[in-house]
């Protein structure tokens, strides 16, 4: 299945929100003309636009410029709240099509995170399980640390908000920080224990967040993949590529899917049977 990661949806009461905080038209905030609204002659297009490309799934999110940021915190946090109610309702009237990202009233920590508490409450109420994941300062100044992390799980002690953590965010922030990063994400792991929930897996030099292939970069992966078998640890594993930086992804990336599963293989293999001499 093709799934669209990059997919904006602007439903026009969010449109209307984001005027009042502007000052802008809500017109002004279409992307004409691509079948971006709630309109039902919008859905029905975007629909028939991923049959034709044969997109089985679409995760939708607001574009960049887009996003429920304003000076205000109110305004922005109920930006948020009609941004992330009506992605909800797409995705329940066409469930095997959609699936949403949650949108957050940044720069407003405390509005965020009673945003996420508010989803974390109807999560609870379906069984679906949030995650949160720390990004490297570059590109976040609300997530960053382990301590940043554990504060909103703390804050938020619910099962059904857990952690993706991700092996080239924590190696970056450990290189800022000063720490060794195998050291630095043992200590993430075992700090999550149960509410880890998710691991990215992507290798990078320690300066950059490039989202290179397993292997292809300086981390220590096996140092990192053996203090997450340590633990126990039997969820999802999965290899984020997005060659970031001076990393140029190539026109087809299929080759560097099966470079990424056979070096983890290697890894994984390794480290088990480590564990059992």
Avoid at 8 to 19: C, S, V
Avoid at 81 to 89: G, V
Avoid at 179 to 187: E, G, L, Q, S, W
Avoid at 255 to 263: D, G, K, Q, V
Wanted: negative net charge; hydrophobic residues 45%.
């Amino acid at each position: 299945m093709i799934i669209d990661v990059h997919a904006h949806y602007h439903p026009r009461a969010y449109n209307e929100a984001l005027a009042r905080i502007t000052g802008r038209p809500a017109g002004g905030f279409a992307m004409a003309p691509h079948p971006d609204t709630d309109d039902p002659g919008h859905v029905e297009r975007r629909l028939e636009m991923m049959d034709e490309a044969s997109v089985g799934l679409q995760v939708i999110s607001p574009a960049a410029g887009r996003a429920p940021y304003a000076a205000d915190a109110a305004a922005a946090a109920d930006a948020a709240r009609i941004c992330n109610d009506l992605t909800a309702q797409l995705v329940q009237s066409h469930p095997s099509r959609f699936k949403g990202f949650v949108s957050l009233p940044l720069p407003h920590v405390d509005a965020a995170i009673a945003e996420v508490e508010r989803l974390v409450r109807r999560a609870e109420e379906r069984g679906v399980t949030i995650l949160i994941e720390a990004c490297p300062e570059d590109y976040s100044n609300t997530i960053v640390t382990l301590e940043d992390t554990m504060r909103v799980l703390e804050r938020i002690p619910s099962p059904r908000l857990q952690v993706l953590l991700d092996t080239g965010h924590v190696a970056v922030t450990a290189t800022q920080l000063g720490r060794d990063p195998v050291a630095y994400f043992r200590a993430h792991v075992q700090a999550f224990g149960a509410r880890l929930g998710h691991v990215h897996v992507d290798d990078n030099h320690g300066d950059t967040d490039a989202h290179l292939v397993p292997g292809a970069g300086d981390l220590d992966l096996a140092g990192m993949l053996a203090a997450l078998q340590a633990s126990g640890y039997d969820g999802w594993l999965s290899v984020e590529l997005g060659i970031l930086g001076d990393y140029v992804l190539p026109e087809r990336a299929e080759h560097l899917l099966c470079e990424s599963r056979a070096y983890l293989d290697g890894i994984l293999a390794a480290g088990a049977a480590e564990r059992a001499r």
